[in-house]
């Protein structure tokens, strides 16, 4: 595949990882922090346009602080606050959940973390990366504990608009390839719900599995 071949591909898989919600208020901003600061940017105005009443950071330090050699002091969730403060979010209103390093921590710990406060949540609209909203979705609407209704939204950056630095295509590109993958096999694991993968999404993650972006599969 030449690289017009691999866009194309991939700008099949990143469009279906959309889910496409209408922004509705909710009881609370639940962010899922990662080394992409746009992913806090987005929630502290989602936050301050009053989307939601707490905004709650989940994240402690994942294995791409390793990967892509993040300076960051301090957990993924501390870091968002600070951008959320500076943004203009009152600290009051800021919850930090700041051990967890996968997505399923991120379930449990903020679910522990709310039943210690005592919040009477809801809702919840969830904030992540545009690649990963339908894998995040489809784990927290199995995953967590009681019913919530779930919201997931990203900030809206096209696909040939998002690579930097902080985020280069062939390892988001792999990692978009193995949350194809994760979506079909994760519900026979009961990590996640059934979700239907239309046929040429599928074989846009087969032409990309065949150049070689398996990086991030699972065995």
């Known amino acids: ?56 950071l989940s994240g402690g330090i994942g294995h791409a602080h390793d990967l ?70 489809a784990t927290f609407m199995k995953q967590w504990p009681e019913n919530m209704q779930i919201l997931v939204t990203s900030p809206p950056v096209l696909y040939d608009e998002y690579f930097n630095e902080a985020n280069p295509k062939d390892v988001i590109v792999n990692i978009m390839v193995g949350d194809m993958q994760r979506i079909r096999e994760y519900p026979k694991l009961e990590f996640q719900i059934e979700q239907e993968i239309p046929e040429n999404v599928w074989q846009a993650y087969e032409r990309l599995v065949a150049a070689g972006y398996d990086k991030h599969l699972i065995a």
Not at 20 to 30: G, P, R, S, T
Not at 90 to 116: A, C, D, M, V, W
């Open 68 to 137: 892509l050699k993040v300076g960051w002091e301090g957990s993924e969730a501390e870091h968002f606050a600070g951008i959320a403060v500076e943004k203009g979010v009152p600290s009051e209103r800021i919850l930090i959940e700041n051990k967890s390093t996968n997505t399923g921590e991120n379930i449990r710990f903020t679910y522990q973390l709310i039943k210690e406060k005592g919040l009477p949540l809801q809702s919840l609209l969830l904030v992540q990366k545009p690649y990963m909203e339908r894998r995040t979705y």
């Open 1 to 56: 595949m030449n690289e017009s071949d691999i866009d194309s591909a991939a700008k099949l898989v990143w469009e279906y990882h959309h889910m496409k919600h209408e922004l509705k208020q909710c009881d609370a901003i639940l962010v899922l922090c990662s080394i992409d600061e746009r992913v806090g940017e987005y929630a502290a105005d989602l936050f301050l346009k009053g989307f939601g009443k707490w905004l709650i």
